[in-house]
């Protein structure tokens, strides 16, 4: 519980009177060039990556730390958190020679504990979630007179995480607009007082997870609430329940929230990396979304927009969805289910019909004798309006159109299962082809293919690669003699597959 409250002045006072650098680090603003011209603004990302553990949670980690008098800081500190807040506490700590207990979640993956130790810290593993561990923490803090360092809701530590603002004063003229992730609302809140308080003028949008939007909902409430489950994709503003500081600081000072998707994130983490080559985590590129998503919304054509990077702890196989989904988030890709007939030339027929637009996925397995339902993705160059555009042109040319693009379950698993086993028997051959990645590498294939044989499977999905694996089964019935001198006149790297073990067990 925050037991006073301050107002704006005494806000300002912290964040100016700050005495972290001789750890936290004055990070760079960066202009993303490429972005920029793009969207028709001067897009600037504020480098908190740079930080020594990656993160701006070490500002407010470290200002809440310093303010603690000789006797708690004797007695040592407490927290509770599996994420990047826990890191700033050990790293403090060490830095002041102090006692640090972290209580992570015993799910907590031993890469994050391993770092926290490597500050120096104790571990204590208990719960099997946040808030398991967060009261665990409280309590332990009591029984062993340890000061507890919250990760959000604070007085020190939002003014802490203020300090960014201070320096992009300094680092940008004639700013515009500040975007701001929000979890508990500590960053954002330590941004927007410093901001209105000086410069009322400039905008401070904040940016929440479509699944985690705790904010939004407590100023819809007026006051904080608990929104129940949320997303962890963007794990770092994972949060159910708002700060009562944080809530109370910017129902006063922020002037917007938006929201955005996972895949709008994705979309996000590919701009920074095509941009500076830094690889954020999801909720480090959380704010740039929310950028990209207000621009376009409110046809901004110029000025200075600021968002903040406010992390880049990511977990590596997170980038296999970000890859998957960064497309599908900036709408340059739209996914759909298409039913055609069961019949020799079907697949040519349905690229004929998608015209020069490049299929960059197509999965298939043969399931009734007189149609197949179909999962394919295509590039888009007018987004939602190109994508209603092929429907329309499908359904015009006879075929039953779904558009899968905004179906969640549809691209986290769907994809993944089309197919299984076919009702009945079939004489085939499986093939592993090694396509170009170019435009007419498909339709060269299903023209070379003609009636020859007739596809039982097809799957393959563009990487980005010059080359992509590409799968294929043949119905080789009445013609298995010549099936590899067929496969081989195609003229793309093959190999027979037929053997293989996951074939058999799952598709065969």
Known sequence: MVE????AQGYLKKILLARIYDLVKVTPLQKLDTLSSRLGVNVLLKREDYQHIHSFKLRGAYHKIKNLDDAQLKAGIITASAGNHAQGVALSAKNLG?????????????????????????????????NESYDYAQQLSKKKGLTMIPPYDDEDVIAGQGTIAHELIGQCDN????????????LAAGIAVYIKSLLPHIKVIGVESEGSACMKAALKAGSPVDIGYVSHFADGVAVSKAGTETFRVLSKYIDDIVTCSNDEICAAMKDIFDDTRAIAEPSGALSLAGLKKYVREHNIKSGNHIAI???ANVKFHTLRMVAERCDVGEMAEGIMAVEIPEKSGAF?????TLGDRVVTEFSYRYSQS?????????????GKKEMVEIGKSLKKNGYTVTDLTDDTLAKDHMRYMVGGHPHTELNERLFLFEFPATANALPKFLETLGDAYNITLFHFRITGLEFCSVLCA?????????????VKSVGYPVEEVTDNAAYRLFVK
């Open 348 to 352: 040519l027929d349905l690229t004929k």
């Open 474 to 486: 043949l119905d080789v019935t009445g013609k298995e003699d010549n099936v590899l001198d067929f």
């Open 4 to 7: 006073k409250q301050l107002d």
């Open 370 to 382: 007189d149609k197949a339902m179909v999962f394919a993705s295509v590039e888009l160059i007018d």
């Open 309 to 311: 990077l406010s992390g």
């Open 175 to 186: 700013i515009d607009t500040i975007y701001v992730q929000i979890g508990g609302g500590g």
């Open 98 to 130: 102090i006692t640090a207990v972290i209580v992570m979640p015993t799910t907590t993956p031993d890469l994050k504990i391993d770092a926290v130790r490597s500050y120096g810290a104790e571990v204590v593993l208990y719960g099997s979630c946040f």
